[in-house]
C-alpha cells in the first residue's frame, strides 16, 4: 500500500530538509530481452483500425483507422519483465518488430490491486526496450484510477514493461508486494530503490536500480518511529548502511492480532510525499496441533535427499513412555529451492503422514477401493532462505488429513516448524 500527497511552493530539484550534494552516479540499464511466460494472440488488423487484447486480458492494443496503409498480422505475447524495478507479469512483445504507425495507438493496462500493490498508480510507468538492450521511458502517460487503467501513446512495436519509479524491496522474497512471512527474532533487509533517466549515446535511457537514500524521510513499524515495546518488532541497521536499508526484526512471539505495517516515507519535492508500507507476519515455530491437542515440545527435522530433488521433514513428540506424535512429508521431484516461498498441494509426489500418542494414524491419500480412485488432502508451503548446508525452511502444514481404518476421525493438521535443512 503505498499513498502520495500534492506538495506546494517546492523548487522540485531540492528535497526539503536534506542536504543538496551531487546525485549519484548512474548508468544505463542494459538487459536481455525476456522470455515469453504466455501464450501469443494474432490478429490482422488494416486500414479501418482495430484492437487486440493479450491472453492475460492485461492489455488492450487499440490501433487508429489511418495508421496502417494495408493489412498487417499483429501479435501480442507476455514476456518476463526484464525492465529496472519492473511489475511483476506486465511486460509485453508486440510484432512485427519496428511496426511504425502513421497516427499513434493507445496501449492500455488494466490493472488490479495485486499489480501495484506497493506503489500507485501515479507511479507506474512505461518503457520500451531499445535494440540494444537499454530501455527508454514513454512519455504521455495517464492515469484512470476509476476505471483502473494505464494508458501510453505507441509509435512503433517492440517490447514494452511497465515500471515503478519506487520500490521497497524485502532481502527475503525479493518482491515489492508479497507478505514478508518472519519466524519470531528473525532479522529481514530492506531496501528502497528508484530509478531515474540518464544519458546513453545522446539520448535518455532507464538508470540501473538506485538507493532511494536522498528522499526517505522516516521509517515506521505500525506507524511508530520508535516502536513503544516489542510486540511487533523493530527497525535497526548494520555498518554501512544508509538511509535507504533498514533490518526489520521480529517479535519473540507472533502478536496478536498478528498485523505488522513497515513504512517508509519519501520526499519527491515538488511531487508530494510517498509513503511505502509492507506487510509482515510472524508465525510461532515448532509447534504441532493435531487432531484438536497442542504438541508444545515437538522437535523438527528436515533434509535435502537425491542431489537436492526430493525433501523430507518432519515434527514430532517422544514421550516418556515410549510413545510419539508426529507429521511427516515427503516431496519427490523438487528443483532445490532458492530463497523464495513454496507452496505443494497433497499429491502422488507430496505425501503427509501423521499419527498420535494414541495409536490413530492419518494420510493425505484415500484410495477408493472399490472405483480405484485416490484423493488427496492436505496444504504445503515452506520459505526457504539461505543456500547450500544453511539453507534455513519455514514450513507450514495445513488442511485435513484422511484418518485410516483404525482412527475414527478425520485429523485437522496445522504444523509449523523452523529448521535448517543440511544438504547430502
Same mark, same amino acid.
Given at each position: 500500500m503505498l499513498c502520495l500527497f500534492a506538495a506546494c511552493n517546492k523548487n522540485k530539484d531540492v528535497i526539503p530538509g536534506t542536504p543538496t550534494p551531487n546525485p549519484p552516479a548512474a548508468n544505463a540499464a542494459i538487459t536481455a530481452e525476456g522470455a515469453p511466460t504466455g501464450p501469443m494472440v494474432l490478429k490482422t488488423i488494416g486500414?479501418?483500425?482495430?484492437?487486440?487484447?493479450?491472453?492475460?486480458?492485461?492489455?488492450?492494443?487499440?490501433?487508429?483507422?489511418?495508421?496502417? /496503409?494495408?493489412?498487417?498480422? &499483429?501479435? &501480442?505475447?507476455?514476456? *518476463?519483465?526484464?525492465?529496472?524495478?519492473?511489475?511483476?507479469?506486465r511486460a509485453y512483445r508486440f510484432l512485427p518488430n519496428g511496426l511504425q504507425f502513421k497516427k499513434p495507438a493507445t496501449l492500455t493496462l488494466k490493472y488490479d490491486d495485486n499489480d501495484i500493490a506497493g506503489s500507485i498508480p501515479e507511479q507506474v510507468s512505461l518503457a520500451s526496450q531499445t535494440s540494444k538492450g537499454s530501455w527508454k521511458k514513454n512519455a504521455n502517460i495517464q492515469v484512470n484510477t476509476i476505471n483502473k487503467t494505464i494508458n501510453s501513446e505507441i509509435h512503433h512495436f517492440t517490447d514494452y514493461a511497465f515500471y515503478e519509479s519506487f520500490k521497497l524491496v524485502d532481502e527475503k522474497t525479493g518482491s515489492d508486494t508479497a507478505v514478508i512471512k518472519v519466524r519470531p527474532t528473525e532479522e529481514v533487509k530492506l531496501t528502497v530503490y528508484y530509478v531515474k533517466e540518464v544519458t546513453l549515446e545522446d539520448s535518455l535511457a532507464i538508470s540501473v536500480p538506485l538507493l532511494a537514500s536522498g528522499f526517505i524521510k522516516e521509517w515506521t513499524v505500525n506507524g511508530f518511529v520508535t516502536p513503544p515495546n516489542m510486540n511487533f518488532g523493530g527497525l535497526g541497521g548494520k555498518t554501512g548502511y544508509t538511509q535507504a536499508e533498514r533490518d526489520y526484526i521480529a517479535p519473540r512471539r507472533a502478536p496478536s492480532p498478528n498485523s505488522i505495517t513497515v513504512s517508509v516515507k519519501l520526499d519527491l519535492g515538488s511531487k508530494g510525499v510517498l509513503f511505502i508500507l509492507r506487510n509482515v507476519q510472524v508465525a510461532d515455530v515448532n509447534s504441532l496441533n493435531l487432531n484438536g491437542k497442542v504438541y508444545p515440545d515437538a522437535t523438527p527435522s528436515a533434509i535435502f535427499l537425491n542431489n537436492n530433488t526430493a525433501l523430507n521433514f518432519g515434527i514430532g513428540?517422544?514421550?516418556?513412555?515410549?510413545?510419539?506424535?508426529?507429521?511427516? $512429508?515427503?516431496?519427490? /521431484?523438487?528443483?532445490?529451492? $532458492?530463497?523464495?516461498?513454496?507452496?505443494?498441494?497433497?499429491? *502422488?509426489?507430496?505425501?503427509?503422514?501423521?499419527? /498420535?500418542?494414541?495409536?490413530?494414524?492419518?494420510?493425505? *491419500?484415500?484410495? /477408493?477401493?472399490?472405483?480405484?480412485?485416490?484423493?488427496?488432502?492436505?496444504?504445503? *508451503?515452506?520459505?526457504?532462505?539461505?543456500?547450500?548446508? +544453511?539453507?534455513?525452511?519455514?514450513?507450514?502444514?495445513?488442511?485435513?488429513?484422511?484418518?485410516? +481404518?483404525?482412527?475414527?476421525?478425520?485429523?485437522?493438521?496445522?504444523?509449523?516448524?523452523?529448521?535448517?535443512?543440511?544438504?547430502?
Open positions: 486500414t479501418a483500425g482495430g484492437t487486440i487484447t493479450s491472453a492475460d486480458g492485461k492489455i488492450t492494443f487499440t490501433i487508429p483507422a489511418g495508421a496502417l /496503409d494495408a493489412n498487417k498480422n &499483429i501479435t &501480442i505475447q507476455a514476456i *518476463e519483465n526484464k525492465m529496472p524495478l519492473g511489475m511483476k507479469g513428540q517422544l514421550f516418556p513412555n515410549g510413545k510419539s506424535v508426529s507429521v511427516g $512429508v515427503d516431496i519427490q /521431484d523438487i528443483a532445490s529451492p $532458492v530463497s523464495g516461498i513454496y507452496s505443494f498441494a497433497a499429491s *502422488e509426489k507430496v505425501r503427509i503422514v501423521a499419527h /498420535d500418542e494414541f495409536g490413530n494414524t492419518w494420510s493425505s *491419500e484415500k484410495r /477408493d477401493i472399490h472405483t480405484g480412485a485416490t484423493t488427496y488432502s492436505g496444504n504445503v *508451503e515452506i520459505w526457504v532462505s539461505g543456500s547450500g548446508n +544453511s539453507r534455513q525452511l519455514y514450513i507450514k502444514i495445513t488442511g485435513m488429513l484422511f484418518g485410516a +481404518s483404525s482412527t475414527v476421525n478425520s485429523a485437522p493438521v496445522n504444523t509449523i516448524m523452523d529448521v535448517n535443512a543440511p544438504v547430502f
